[in-house]
């Protein structure tokens, strides 16, 4: 069994999307994929006027549609604030245990986790438990979605540089285009991000794309598939 969280150089970068497109392409190799998104805040309402993990939802139809939702996300919270944060003003309880014992229940039953953070790393589940902690609790490398737009050097150069302060592995870093506007640093951000992630940059993912890449796939396989 191969795990990873995805994490963002900031929010909404394209985590989910990308987290798709990877998990699809792995399931299209035979290979069995669970993916978590353990925490989800910003959630509008549902049907039932409960809180609807719409990123969550994405991850289980792209990936494992047979999964109960109830799997995939534990905490669906309504405010568009820090997992914390939105839990402090909802009243719930989120216990760090409980997402630990089913990220290692799931990784039981599965040949490659997927688990999505929220934001960045460095954001916090409950007050004084980041994505970081929960990443070193179960020694899962970290792949990065940085989103191709004018600061992304500088925001890929501090995740990177937290990651290792943190004692934490980089998995990979993926440069992801989310909207297809031009600017000055559309075409040179890439040959940068490459520099500064070296041999584990794995590719980057145009705007409006609905299959990863096969050269990013091609350099995921190659570090983490084949043994």
């Not at 497109?21 to 069995?32: F, S, Y």
């Not at 506007?181 to 980057?204: Q, S």
């Amino acid at each position: 069994m191969k795990a990873f969280l995805i994490t963002g150089t900031d929010t909404g970068v394209g985590k989910t999307h990308v987290a798709c497109l990877l998990g699809r392409r792995l399931v299209a190799e035979g290979i069995d994929v669970f993916p978590l998104k353990p925490v989800e805040s910003g959630c509008l309402p549902g049907p039932d006027g409960k809180p609807f993990p719409a990123d969550a939802v994405a991850l289980q139809e792209a990936i494992a549609p047979r999964l109960p939702l109830s799997a995939v996300c534990l905490y669906p919270l309504s405010a568009p604030l820090s997992p914390h944060l939105a839990a402090r003003l909802e009243g719930v309880s989120i216990d760090p245990e409980r997402i630990r014992k089913t990220v290692l229940d799931a990784a039981m039953i599965s040949e490659i986790l997927l688990v999505e953070g929220a934001g960045g790393i460095a954001v916090e589940i409950r007050e004084g438990y980041a994505f970081a902690d929960l990443a070193r609790d179960l020694s899962f490398p970290v792949l990065v979605v940085a989103e191709n737009r004018l600061g992304v050097q500088n925001h890929l150069r501090l995740t990177v540089r937290y990651l290792r302060s943190e004692g934490l592995t980089l998995a990979g870093v993926v440069l992801n285009d989310r909207t297809g506007d031009p600017f000055p640093a559309r075409e040179t951000n890439e040959a940068e991000v490459r520099r500064i992630a070296g041999d584990r940059y794995l590719g980057r993912v145009p705007f409006g794309a609905t299959s990863l890449p096969e050269e990013t796939f091609l350099r995921f396989r190659d570090i983490y598939l084949t043994a």
